[in-house]
DNA sequence: TTTAAATTGTTTCCGAGTAAAGAATTTCGT
DNA sequence: ACGAAATTCTTTACTCGGAAACAATTTAAA
């Protein structure tokens, strides 16, 4: 019963062995002050926080932030978006389709350059923009984080460094 | 040529619109302070560096947490380890068979409970967490960021009450 | 001009992560 | 003690994101 299930490298017979870690509470020592740790952590929460307020409406991670910047880009080219906006052109091309399906956005080639698409905000895309604003920059908000806004702003400002966002040396 | 290619809703045909914004450099207003948006972003540069640092011993992301983990928590219960690190048991399961594959942690069936699985570190999983320590933890460092020490501690501190990672009210 | 190289976006295919169902074992209720 | 419910891990099937190959167009070179 031991070697010929599915696959199973031998191993996990019933053992008598040093003796198992109290069980509890697990330590994790220096992973606590790992940032690399720490921003995984961080971002699962924000997923779950951000799902527990827009699932409902249908809304994606990325795809706020995409209609926010074509907002105010007005015809921002699709790679420059993508670059931008961390996301791969792959799934850049995946993303810009649906919002373009639901009506939110306008893809336009120009004659100038008909390899390149310019990306506008449809009017329904602007009305969403505009009702949505608020719940996603927390001015009411779904950040259940437990943050005071001096902390957020220094938050911000530590990981605008720490990842080079907005180039122009931060504050 | 419009209609009938794949699936293309009308729209992209050439077009006269909005003036597009002129090229060059797109601005994210609000989004610079985005803390979801921030933290992706940030995780982002995070596993390149990472990669940068260990793609050339064959190192995941999350492989090297487990094993710091198992190394300080020796019969750790599998499904408490996922939950530690906020990684789903389906995961989990994937993440041990290859490190029990490549001989670096062994499984063993209590028989006090024969539905779980403890965790234990093998000689060369030792081996392998005392060999890149150092540079998984930065004291050797990938980490490129500009940071400077102070700096890291409080972004480690802030991520840590965003994320209520290791509970006890923090510093 | 005419071809080669570069740019821009899309398609194809694959791996990582997950929800849901399943299997094995233990615990609880009666 | 017996069966139902809960626990723990694994399997399966699916989705999201990405690398690589591709197609279309523009720019550079010959």
Not at 122 to 135: K, N
Request: charged content about 30%; some cysteine.
């Amino acid at each position: 019963m031991n070697e010929g299930d599915t696959f199973r490298p031998d191993q996990d017979r019933p053992g008598v062995e040093a003796a198992p870690d109290t069980d509890g509470a697990v330590s994790l020592h220096e992973l606590e002050n790992s940032l690399g740790f720490l921003l995984r952590i961080s971002q699962v929460r924000a997923y779950e926080r951000f799902y527990a307020a827009f699932d409902e409406i249908g809304l994606r991670p990325g795809e706020f932030s995409v209609m926010w910047v074509i907002l105010r880009n007005p015809g921002v080219r699709q790679g420059l978006l993508a670059e931008t906006l961390g996301i791969k052109p792959a799934q850049m091309t995946k993303m810009i389709r649906r919002l373009e399906v639901q009506d939110r956005i306008r893809r336009v080639i120009p004659d100038d350059d008909r390899r390149s698409v310019r990306l506008y905000l449809t009017e329904g895309g602007e009305a969403f923009v505009r009702d949505h604003r608020d719940a996603f920059f927390g001015h009411d908000d779904y950040h259940n984080h437990g943050l005071s806004d001096a902390e957020c702003r220094q938050l911000a400002h530590l990981l605008r460094r720490y990842s080079g966002v907005g180039r122009k040396a931060d504050d």
